[in-house]
């Protein structure tokens, strides 16, 4: 899995004109799914993902986590994130998760971040989104489950 997390005042994703869904203060996160990854590696994705402390604290240092903070996050799917753009000038795609198996595990991280965060709103898997974000900081980090967890 590839997350790309932004950390946000606030964000929102709208289909067909409606909002879909929004948050307030903590992470905007597109989650991209290798035809590779399993709920094994989910898991240890989201440990990561909620457990990073990346918000200011009293000092203004980067040590709270998502929780300390009280704060929500908005999961939209992105495939894109898992393009190969080492060989000439499209992007593969061919190390994507097919669409069956990556909205299994999109919908399995999906449920899996509600048990450890209160508010968890999401996009619509594979359908033509508008992101809407205030980044805060700017502050975007990218997790990498080959990079993290090489087999």
């Not at 994507?96 to 709103?121: I, T, W």
Request: with cysteine.
């Amino acid at each position: 899995m590839k997350f790309v997390i932004q950390r946000v005042n606030h964000a929102s994703v709208e289909v067909d004109g409606k909002v879909i869904g929004s948050i307030q203060k903590g992470f905007l996160v597109f989650v991209g799914v290798y035809d590779s990854d399993t709920k094994e590696i989910a898991d240890k994705m989201i440990n990561k993902l909620v457990k990073m402390r990346i918000f200011a604290d009293e000092n203004g240092k980067t040590n709270l986590d998502i929780n300390s903070v009280n704060g929500q996050l908005l999961i939209v799917s992105q495939f894109t994130l898992c393009a190969d753009c080492r060989k000439g000038n499209r992007p593969s795609f061919t190390g994507a998760g097919a669409p069956d198996h990556a909205n299994r595990l999109y919908e399995y991280f999906m449920e899996q971040c509600k048990k450890h965060v209160e508010k968890v709103a999401h996009g619509e898997f594979g359908a033509d989104m508008k992101v809407d974000l205030l980044n805060d900081g700017p502050f975007t980090l990218m997790l990498d489950s080959k990079e993290m967890f090489p087999k």
